[in-house]
């Protein structure tokens, strides 16, 4: 079952988005939950993860201290929640599952899942 990523948008630098992820009719249970991005051109790159049960986010440098992963139990949602935004920003961001250690968990090639993605454009 693929995941869904909403929330995405037109934003103009130093504005937020929060972006939602969604898995219909399955929990995150026991999943690490990953969010990428990715330019035309360019590879996914690395954003954020958590497992589903951690307290313990891991960021990318480059959205360090800007952008936050949470989730709602009751809504079975991983949000990530982004400020500060920059220009830079602008990709389609992805949602994905994962079973890996955490010393992967920045590598694309370990999730699966993956969904359409969701636009956000950082206007300057």
């Known amino acids: 079952v693929q995941l869904q990523a909403s929330g995405g948008g037109l934003v103009q630098a130093g504005g937020s988005l929060r972006l939602s992820c969604a898995r219909p009719g399955l929990t995150f249970d026991n999943f690490v939950i990953g969010w990428f991005r990715q330019t035309p051109g360019k590879e996914r790159e690395f954003v954020a993860a958590?497992?589903?049960?951690?307290?313990?986010?891991y960021y990318a440098d480059a959205v360090k201290g800007r952008f936050t992963i949470s989730k709602d139990s009751a809504r079975n949602t991983v949000y990530l929640q982004m400020n500060s935004l920059k220009p830079e920003d602008t990709a389609v961001y992805y949602c994905?599952?994962?079973?890996?250690?955490?010393?992967?968990?920045?590598?694309?090639?370990?999730?699966?899942?993956w969904g359409q993605g969701t636009l956000v454009t950082v206007s300057s």
């Open positions: 958590n497992r589903w049960s951690g307290t313990s986010p």
């Open positions: 994905a599952l994962s079973r890996v250690v955490r010393s992967s968990w920045h590598d694309y090639n370990e999730y699966y899942s």
